[in-house]
């Protein structure tokens, strides 16, 4: 099983910043890739961002040149670091891991977070 435990969520004002991080909990999982999904009342989870294993990015275009993903792999830690941050960047945040068990190694496992909530005010 993998946890995967959130923090630096919180309430900001229009043009701030936040720093999300998350940190996976593992035993014999390999970790693919990681990413940051955002979910606002009444709207459908949404990808934000997410990296690979190699360091490749991919962005939502509504937080391209805003938000920034980067992870540490030696400490199965995924960051988010989110400027110039929106009143419509307001949502509960998951983080999202995807990989490989040791024992199952033909099958890829997806676990997510319990979210963050960010709140940005006008």
């Known amino acids: 099983q993998v946890q995967l435990v959130e923090s630096g969520g919180g309430l900001v004002q229009a043009g701030g910043s936040l720093r999300l991080a998350c940190t996976a909990s593992t035993s014999a999982f390999s970790i693919k890739d990681m990413a940051w999904y955002r979910q606002a009342p009444g709207k459908q989870r949404d990808l934000v961002a997410r990296?690979?294993?190699?360091?490749?990015?991919n962005y939502a275009d509504s937080v391209k040149d805003r938000f920034t993903i980067s992870r540490d792999n030696a400490k199965n830690t995924v960051y988010l670091q989110m400027n110039s941050l929106k009143p419509e960047d307001t949502a509960v945040y998951y983080c999202?891991?995807?990989?490989?068990?040791?024992?199952?190694?033909?099958?890829?496992?997806?676990?997510w977070g319990q979210g963050t909530q960010v709140t940005v005010s006008s």
């Open positions: 999202n891991a995807r990989g490989r068990h040791s024992d199952d190694p033909l099958r890829e496992y997806g676990y």
């Open positions: 990296i690979t294993s190699g360091g490749s990015t």
